[in-house]
């Protein structure tokens, strides 16, 4: 499946963002997503995770408690809205289709996914 992000830009210290990453197929029902990021001269970082109904999530420390990742399987759409947002969430945010069905994975390894998408760019200002 294609996945393509959108909802990035540049906000203020403390504002909000909903990022959004749009599957072509329904080739994402069975699999976790996640959302990972890559600050200007840094590594991959993963950032969010959740189960292919959406009951269960898992995020970084980095993040939790204003982040909130949530997926809507009819429009084969994963989200993360962004709340609180601080000049160290300055990063290109990726969505990421885990490769094995059902199989919750929170890491950056490649070898994890089989579809990432293009990346949206979040910039925070303080």
């Known amino acids: 499946a294609q996945l393509v992000e959108s909802g990035g830009g540049s906000v203020q210290s403390g504002d909000s963002l909903t990022l959004t990453c749009a599957a072509s197929?329904?080739?994402?029902?069975?699999?976790?997503m996640t959302w990972v990021r890559q600050a200007p001269g840094k590594g991959l970082e993963w950032v969010s995770s959740?189960?292919?109904?959406?009951?269960?999530?898992r995020y970084a420390d980095a993040v939790q408690g204003r982040f909130t990742i949530s997926r809507d399987n009819e429009k084969n759409t994963l989200y993360l809205q962004l709340d609180s947002l601080k000049p160290e969430d300055t990063a290109m945010y990726y969505c990421?289709?885990?490769?094995?069905?059902?199989?919750?994975?929170?890491?950056?390894?490649?070898?994890?996914?089989?579809?990432w998408g293009q990346g949206t760019q979040v910039t925070v200002s303080s």
């Open positions: 197929t329904s080739a994402t029902h069975i699999v976790c």
């Open positions: 959740i189960s292919v109904r959406g009951g269960t999530t």
């Open positions: 990421a289709k885990v490769k094995a069905p059902y199989k919750m994975v929170t890491t950056t390894q490649r070898d994890d996914y089989d579809g």
